[in-house]
């Protein structure tokens, strides 16, 4: 069982940054893919980011890649978001999810076990 909690988000304005954190629990975290998810109102989760179980592969979706970095500490069991240049339809409450992917990263909702409570991203213009 893992347990996540994200921190970090809030309100900013358009090409502002931000950066979220994931905290999880437990003595496995390394054996875990980690994601980042976003949903906006009216709207289904998508995939933001990815990242691997070593931190080696790391993978974004189109609309992000070149402002956001999604980057992880085995050793403090915590993952990171950054983002930069923001615009407002990057507003969304953002989930972090851990996923038993033994290699490499997926960006499947299904394919997470865990996810945390989310944190809301507001982007003004």
């Known amino acids: 069982q893992v347990q996540l909690v994200e921190s970090g988000g809030g309100l900013v304005q358009a090409g502002g940054s931000l950066r979220l954190s994931c905290a999880a629990s437990?003595?496995?975290?390394?054996?875990?893919?980690m994601g980042w998810f976003r949903q906006a109102p009216g709207k289904e989760r998508e995939f933001v980011a990815a990242?691997?179980?070593?931190?080696?592969?790391?993978d974004y979706t189109d609309s992000v890649k070149g402002r956001f970095t999604i980057s992880r500490d085995n050793a403090k069991n915590m993952v990171y978001l950054q983002m930069s240049s923001l615009a407002p339809e990057d507003t969304a409450v953002y989930y972090c999810?851990?996923?038993?992917?033994?290699?490499?990263?997926?960006?499947?909702?299904?394919?997470?076990?865990?996810w945390g409570q989310g944190t809301q991203v507001t982007v003004s213009s």
């Open positions: 437990g003595p496995t975290f390394s054996t875990y893919a």
């Open positions: 999810a851990a996923g038993r992917i033994l290699y490499g990263t997926r960006r499947q909702v299904k394919e997470y076990d865990y």
């Open positions: 990242i691997s179980r070593s931190g080696s592969i790391t």
